[in-house]
């Protein structure tokens, strides 16, 4: 009976495991990463669009997108550009990390992509009133 008990445990445990790495391995797919990034830019360009008195809906939109990881940089970057809210890209070459930002006339949002870590950071949301 014991054996039969470990044996399962085992094999749940081993299932769980392939289960996690075959996940992780579909994020890693740098074609779902610019399917992630084309809804980002979609949904931020509705929010540039009409949102302009509360900066918790971007907050929110960069929770539940951020970090963008492995994604193809010229992929990512073309998708980051069709927004009529793109501002210009700049890229740092020492720090090998693209600055991506968008901006209305009331809320800017912005984000880094490292290319030697394949991986975005410092997502931000800010209102830009003058």
Known sequence: ???SVCSRG???VVALTLALAHASFGRADPAFCARKVSSYVAELD??????RNWITPYVDLNDRYSPFVDCDVDALLEE???????RPITYGPRSK???IEFSSNDVSV???YQVDTRKTLAHS??????
């Open 1 to 3: 009976m014991r054996k």
């Open 97 to 99: 990390t693209y600055f």
């Open 46 to 51: 509705q929010l540039l669009s009409k949102e």
């Open 10 to 12: 085992l094999a749940a």
């Open 110 to 112: 912005s984000f880094a």
């Open 125 to 130: 949301a800010t209102f830009t009133r003058k």
């Open 80 to 86: 980051v550009s069709r927004s009529r809210f793109a």
